[in-house]
């Protein structure tokens, strides 16, 4: 499979670009690639088949996709401009995006800004769905990402976005899909309860369960699911009736310190 390799637009916590040609060898022959955690679009964007179907919970980060087109990438311009650089005016754009009303193609366009200047490529929001990513404290003003935009936008041809849960793209695939998973990391420290926030609400245990409950039944189906994980006792019981397991070694951010980084391990299982 030739790799076309765009970087996405977006930072993104867990953003799987840079090892995306070691998941792509294992994508099975398929029709249209379905992501129902697409985040960055890493995948979206860098597929080699013509249909695409991407769902995320967090309906700002759909609304940008939706929202992409030549107007839009012309307009986030106009806020990568140092008169929108600094810490000030950060919290100034913030505080629109929370507090205002305004259509979803500037929520779109301040929300590419937002990502840009926050920290560590966070996507944050406290329980009443505001956004509370700090400013990333930039030395510099950061560098409008035109090329990626574009070349995002000549992919999103026959590529469609939904703002829904994980269940429900599951139960929009047929026949001639293939479905890759990048749902919030399991840490083994948190077998039980809540242990992330996934866009404003929890992803728990119990949803990664569901999950392989649903990836089973699309292989029952005929339907390849792939999902991607840390690798660790809990998640290898946890995808323990999977086809197979993939392991393979990648660089990770360590803790607030973005330049601190360590080898870890990611796990691949395959429902085929």
Not at 45 to 61: C, H
Not at 140 to 161: H, R
Not at 181 to 197: A, I, M, R, S, W
Request: charged letters at 25%; hydrophobic letters at 35%.
């Amino acid at each position: 499979m030739t790799l076309i390799k765009i970087k996405p637009f977006l930072k993104w916590a867990g953003n799987k670009y840079r090892i995306i040609d070691k998941i792509f060898p294992f994508f099975l022959p398929h029709k249209r690639l379905v992501e129902p955690f697409m985040g960055s679009g890493a995948f979206a964007f860098n597929r080699t088949v013509k249909d695409y179907l991407g769902a995320d919970i967090n309906s700002d980060l759909i609304n940008v996709f939706n929202c992409l087109n030549d107007d839009f990438i012309k307009h986030v311009k106009e806020f990568f401009s140092p008169d929108f650089f600094g810490e000030k005016m950060y919290y100034e754009m913030r505080e629109i995006f929370n507090e205002e009303e305004i259509s979803l193609f500037d929520r779109a366009s301040i929300f590419v800004y937002l990502n840009k200047y926050g920290f560590n490529g966070l996507c944050r929001y406290n329980r009443h769905g505001k956004f509370t990513t700090p400013f990333n404290k930039s030395k510099k003003p950061a560098s409008f990402p035109e090329i990626e935009l574009k070349n995002a936008l000549l992919k999103k041809e026959n590529a469609f976005f939904k703002c829904q849960s994980f269940e429900k793209t599951f139960s929009e695939v047929f026949s001639g899909d293939l479905i890759y998973c990048d749902p919030p990391y399991l840490p083994e420290q948190h077998k039980n309860g809540v242990f992330t926030t996934y866009s404003g609400n929890e992803f728990t245990f119990e949803n990664h369960i569901t999950l392989v409950e649903l990836a089973q039944q699309c292989q029952q189906m005929g339907i390849p699911v792939l999902i991607s994980n840390h690798s660790s006792e809990i998640t290898k019981e946890l995808y323990q009736k999977a086809t197979q397991i993939i392991e393979f070694p990648v660089s990770r951010s360590m803790g607030r310190y973005e330049n601190s980084k360590n080898s870890a391990l990611e796990l691949l299982a395959i429902y085929s």
